[in-house]
C-alpha cells in the first residue's frame, strides 16, 4: 500500500509542476503581447507626430507660397483614440486613455492641427497650419 500512495503523490507532485510552468509560459506570452502592443502604440503615435514636425519644418524651408495638403489619421493603430496640439514649438500627442504621450520640438507655426485631412501654407514668411 505504502508504494501506491508515493506513486500517487509524486504523481500529484509532477502534475502540479507541469500546471505551474504552463501557467507560468502563458503568463510570460501575455506579458510579451502586451509589451510589443505597447511598443506600437507608442511608435505609430510618434510617426503621426513626426508626420506633423516634418510638414511644418518643409513649409518652413520652402519658397513663398508653398501649400501642401496632408492627412493624419483619426485612430493610433486604427483603434485607439489621441490628441494632438501645438503649443509654445511642440507638438502634443497623447492618446485619451493616458497611456501614451509624447512632445517634439518644432518651429513656429500659426493654427491648430486637426486629425484628418490638414492644409499648411507660406505666406509672407510665416506658416499657417489649417488657417484662413
Keep these: 500500500m505504502s508504494n501506491k500512495a508515493q506513486s500517487a503523490i509524486e504523481f500529484l507532485i509532477i502534475v502540479a509542476a507541469v500546471i505551474f510552468f504552463v501557467i507560468l509560459f502563458i503568463i510570460s506570452i501575455g506579458i510579451n503581447t502586451s509589451d510589443k502592443i505597447k511598443q506600437?502604440?507608442?511608435?505609430?503615435?510618434?510617426?503621426?507626430?513626426?508626420?506633423?514636425v516634418d510638414e511644418i519644418n518643409i513649409a518652413h524651408s520652402a519658397s513663398?507660397?508653398?501649400?501642401?495638403?496632408?492627412?493624419?489619421?483619426?485612430?493610433v493603430l486604427s483603434e485607439v483614440d489621441y490628441n494632438i496640439?501645438?503649443?509654445?514649438?511642440?507638438?502634443?500627442a497623447?492618446?485619451?486613455d493616458d497611456k501614451t504621450s509624447l512632445a517634439l520640438p518644432?518651429?513656429?507655426v500659426t493654427g491648430v492641427i486637426n486629425k484628418g485631412n490638414?492644409?499648411?501654407?507660406k505666406s509672407?514668411?510665416?506658416?499657417?497650419?489649417?488657417?484662413?
Design 124 to 132: 509672407n514668411g510665416t506658416v499657417y497650419l489649417n488657417s484662413p
Design 40 to 52: 506600437n502604440r507608442e511608435q505609430d503615435l510618434s510617426n503621426i507626430a513626426e508626420t506633423v
Design 94 to 96: 497623447k492618446t485619451l
Design 118 to 121: 490638414n492644409q499648411i501654407r
Design 106 to 108: 518644432t518651429q513656429n
Design 85 to 92: 496640439a501645438l503649443d509654445s514649438g511642440l507638438v502634443f
Design 64 to 75: 513663398e507660397g508653398y501649400s501642401r495638403n496632408f492627412t493624419l489619421p483619426n485612430k
